[in-house]
Each structure stands twice: as C-alpha cells, then as structure tokens.
C-alpha cells in the first residue's frame, strides 16, 4: 500500500508518528521531508501525490489554510481511483472548511484523541480496516505525546 501523508508544518510530530505506525504496518509511505529532492517542489508533489494510491490528509485548522496542503488535495482530486481519506486531528471551524471544501463532506478518522493523552489507537484500527493493514507484530516505539 502506497501511501502520501498531507499535513502542516505544525503537526509534524503527529504525521511523523502515523507515518511510522503506517510502515510498521508495511506501508510505502511518503512524508515530504523525508524524499524530496532539490529542484521543483510543486512538480515533484504533484507527481508523488498521484504515483500513490492512497491520500491521508491530517485535518487541522493549520493544514485547511495551508497553500501546500490545498496544492497536495488539489493533485489527490484530480484522480477518480484515489482513496482520499480525512485524519481529523483538530476540530476546524467552518471557515477553514472553506479553504477545502469537498473534505467537509467525507467522513473522517477520528486523531482527537492525540492531544488529549497520546492515544491514537482506534484511529489506527480504523486506518487497518480501511486500508486492509495488518497491526504490526512488534509495538512501534513511539514518539511521546505533546506537551
């Protein structure tokens, strides 16, 4: 499973750590720090984003009015075969909806619990279900939650 993780800045820490319980999982995951090279961003976004067959957008105020993000969901749309699939980690107001719009309208894996003690563990179910991923057979050594 191919797998291209959309997210702000500002919750790197959480995409970090779904994108490492992902690959415990066996995915391919792809998290734009990790694999992009000099050159054109946009293109190499672009063509990341449909080289992949699923889109994990981390929903959150900050990732709604990010341009990055709206680029990467612009790229996710443009392919009919795509699995798109919301992470709501942060409740956004409907204003940040609008930045988005079709993501208001899909249902969503709910991460609310991550700010709370750190606990992401039925939104990882649910990711299984969805994605047909097996649980990792060993715990993933895991980041702490946030402060």
Not at 30 to 46: E, M, P
Not at 83 to 102: G, K, N, Q, R, V
Request: a negative charge; charged letters at 25%.
């Amino acid at each position: 499973m191919r797998i291209f993780i959309s997210y702000s800045r500002r919750n790197k820490t959480f995409a970090d750590r779904i994108a490492q319980e992902l690959r415990a999982r066996g995915a391919d995951v792809f998290i734009d720090y990790q694999r992009l090279d000099a050159g054109n961003f946009v293109a190499q976004l672009g063509k990341e984003v449909q080289s992949r067959e699923v889109f994990l957008l981390i929903v959150s105020p900050h990732s709604l009015r990010s341009r990055w993000v709206q680029a990467e969901v612009n790229f996710a749309f443009m392919d009919a075969d795509k699995t798109i699939i919301p992470l709501l980690l942060e409740d956004p107001s409907p204003e940040d909806y609008a930045h988005i719009f079709p993501v208001a309208s899909m249902e969503m894996v709910d991460a609310r619990r991550w700010w709370q003690d750190g606990d992401i563990s039925e939104a990882l179910k649910k990711l299984e279900r969805l994605l047909n991923l097996q649980p990792p057979a060993q715990p993933v050594d895991i980041a702490p939650p946030p402060v």
